[in-house]
């Protein structure tokens, strides 16, 4: 027993002589190990903090949801990133399941109808909000003029659905930033009097260009309802991507509308579904009864697009209307259509794009007391070079050949010019550009078009 008191005796008191003869380097040792270890707990912190902050980058969320932006990238199939909500399932984003890639596939980097966006404006957790300002001098006719160059503000919906679905849609205004457009802009009007009447231009500061609603569904593609892009657009819009002119030879735009009415355009009241299998997309439309000044329409279309490898794509398309009331009188006969055929490159810095259209009844000429509703086939063309990040050169041409046998029309009225130009982009979102348009149109007195330089800017938010 003695033994075991006398060792427990030296334990203890082993430290107490250790702490009295070397207290000093013990508490040396003891804060530089607190020192280190705190040292090494900020490096974690930080790191962890870094980790987090490239997380939240990744799913699109930099804080609360209502204080972010997310990620609407007009150029690639990119979905807006999800925001979880206790009331609903998580955010994606319309431009990925609306208009079948009018955004991503139609256009392959500017184009007239895409939008570019790094970030959108966040309105809500379904809603953002997007806009482009475009503006250009224009000379080479009697006057120069600074025209509009077909602005436009927008609204996206897009929600991912507990049930697999998807809610989208869009609403979009064409905004008119200095009263004034060009006389060679085309698709910038609105659906006006259809193709028989003319209406006339009040230069409104906003109009409507898109508004839709649909649904996507994960087997059999998404459906849509209301004024939207065509069917025919999924290939006639290869070719529409000039910064200011084109899109005159293909009946698009027909008769000066933006094609709503006879939905060859942006299709007024049109029920669309589209879908993808494999290396094929399709799509169908039918519009309901539009009705204008004088005339009642109902129409039909449809889009076929073969992808092989991901530098071809190969289209067809066609959009049809029954038209009764003034324009039957006008053109003896109910029916008007159009129909393409066309194909793209797109590989490295070049894309490039070709189509051809035949019409029937689908374009006219307006007279002070009468109307001419003519066929035709018409062709365009579109080709770029990106040659820096910075720099893309491009360049095309548009043409017509109406057949009309009418004395008050000059033999040689039609479209033909060429288009060449060069756009720098200062940031992603916005550019300057020049265009020149070299024409040898005649309009229907036989007098040759004029020959235009643009120089403009614009700016995506």
């Known amino acids: 027993m003695r033994p075991l008191l006398y060792s427990l005796l ?162 979009e205004w064409k905004t008119n930033l200095v009263d004034n457009d060009s006389e060679l802009l085309q698709g910038d009007a609105d659906s006006g009097g259809g193709i028989a009447v003319r209406t006339e231009d009040t230069e409104k500061v906003l109009s409507t260009r898109l508004g839709f609603l649909g649904m996507r569904f994960e087997d059999i593609g998404e459906l849509s309802f209301g004024k939207q892009w065509s069917v025919y657009y999924d290939v006639a819009g290869w070719t529409d991507n000039f910064n200011v002119y084109g899109g005159a030879g293909l009946s698009v735009y027909a008769a000066g509308t933006d094609g709503g009415a006879i939905g060859s355009g942006r299709a007024d009241n049109a029920i669309v579904w589209r879908n993808e299998r494999g290396k094929f997309s399709y799509g169908v439309q039918t519009q309901l009864k539009v009705t204008t000044d004088d005339d009642d329409y109902k129409g039909l279309g449809g889009s076929m697009i073969f992808s092989p490898n991901d530098t071809w794509d190969i289209g067809f398309a066609f959009a049809a209307a029954r038209i009764t009331g003034g324009f039957e009188l006008i ?99 916005s550019f300057g550009y020049l265009e020149a348009l070299l024409s040898s149109s005649r309009d229907v007195n036989g007098e040759r078009g004029d020959s235009v330089l643009s120089a403009g800017y614009r700016f995506d938010f």
């Not at 189509?355 to 029937?360: F, R």
Request: charged fraction near 25%.
């Open 10 to 171: 030296i334990v203890i008191a082993s430290p107490c002589a250790l702490a009295e003869g070397d207290v000093s380097d013990q508490m040396a040792a003891l804060q530089q190990l607190i020192e280190d270890q705190t040292r090494l707990l900020n490096d974690q912190s930080a790191q962890l903090a870094s980790l987090t902050q490239r997380v939240a980058e990744l799913e699109g969320r930099t804080g609360e949801p209502q204080a972010t932006s997310g990620d609407l990238v007009a150029l690639e199939n990119e979905p807006v990133p999800p925001w979880d909500t206790p009331q609903t399932a998580r955010r994606t984003v319309a431009i990925e399941a609306g208009e079948i890639g009018l955004e991503q596939k139609q256009n392959l980097r500017t184009g007239k109808e895409t939008v570019i966006v790094e970030d959108a404006v966040a309105l809500s957790e379904t809603m953002d909000l997007y806009g482009s300002m475009r503006i250009f001098a224009e000379a080479g006719a009697e006057d120069a003029t600074l025209n509009d160059g077909s602005s436009r503000l927008g609204i996206r919906l897009g929600r991912d659905l507990p049930n697999g679905q998807t809610l989208f849609g869009r609403i």
């Open 331 to 429: 053109a003896g006969d109910k029916d008007s259509n159009v129909a393409t055929l066309g194909a793209r490159y797109h590989r490295g810095p070049w894309n490039a794009a070709f189509s051809v259209a035949k019409w029937d009844n689908h374009e006219a000429v307006f007279f002070e007391d009468d109307t001419l509703v003519y066929d035709g086939v018409g062709a365009e063309l579109y080709a770029s070079y990106e040659y820096s990040d910075r720099l893309q050169l491009y360049g095309g041409f548009n043409y017509t050949d109406p057949d009309i046998d009418d004395p008050r029309v000059d033999p040689d009225f039609g479209v033909e010019f060429l288009i060449f130009g060069a756009s720098w982009f200062a940031t992603e979102d």
